[in-house]
């Protein structure tokens, strides 16, 4: 019955109730708006969508999370803008892997403290480093695309950007969430790197 309120990006307001808190208890369903007609109609949100799912189900039960709720919402507004989608599920994964502990820091050169010409992020630390100071490093180095690294978001990501935006947070999310659970990634954020390629 509650079928139709309960589709993947839909916001809804929950109400629990139980007699005790260790019964099994029941949910009143109010849905607040509906987004997942919208979502349908574009392939690009509904990877998006799934990708996204797929880490939220790796939070553990009952641990709040607001600053992960409200960037869902922002992120779901726009999910079926294929030239926004991408570099807004590479965002979310950041915040996903900040507000489990593996957060990175891209604001500042971890060799030099620099805050410009940021460029690359160390595989090991997750720190940015600047132009410069990567040269000798590159081989093994992550690219860091100008989009996530602090003043540099003014021009639109790059086909290459996305790509890189995916390979950095993948190797992160790899390394912390996936391998550790014996997961594999989400085919649906293999499919989504396709589109993004296309789109972009």
């Given at each position: 019955r509650q079928q139709p309120a309960l589709q993947p990006g839909n916001a809804v307001s929950l109400t629990w109730r139980a007699r005790l808190d260790e019964h099994l208890g029941e949910y009143k369903v109010e849905l607040l708006t509906s987004h997942a007609a919208?979502?349908?109609?574009?392939?690009?949100?509904?990877?998006?969508?799934a990708t996204i799912a797929a880490l939220l189900r790796l939070l553990p039960e009952r641990d709040p999370h607001p600053a992960l709720h409200e960037g869902l919402g922002i992120l779901i507004a726009h999910l079926d803008d294929p030239q926004l989608a991408p570099a807004l599920v590479i965002r979310f994964e950041l915040a996903m892997l900040a507000e489990l502990g593996f957060g990175l820091e891209l604001a500042r050169c971890a060799v030099t403290g620099a805050m410009e010409e940021l460029s690359h992020v160390s595989p090991k630390s997750g720190r940015a480093v600047s132009r410069k100071a990567?040269?000798?490093?590159?081989?093994?180095?992550?690219?860091?695309?100008?989009?996530?690294?602090?003043?540099?978001?003014?021009?639109?990501p790059s086909a290459a950007d996305i790509a890189a935006g995916f390979a950095l947070t993948g190797h992160f999310l790899r390394r912390y969430l996936w391998e550790p659970r014996g997961l594999l990634e989400p085919p649906e954020r293999l499919r989504l790197l396709e589109l993004a390629a296309k789109i972009h």
């Open positions: 919208r979502l349908m109609e574009a392939p690009v949100a509904l990877y998006g969508l990567a040269q000798p490093y590159l081989d093994r180095l992550l690219a860091l695309p100008p989009f996530l690294s602090e003043g540099q978001g003014g021009r639109k």
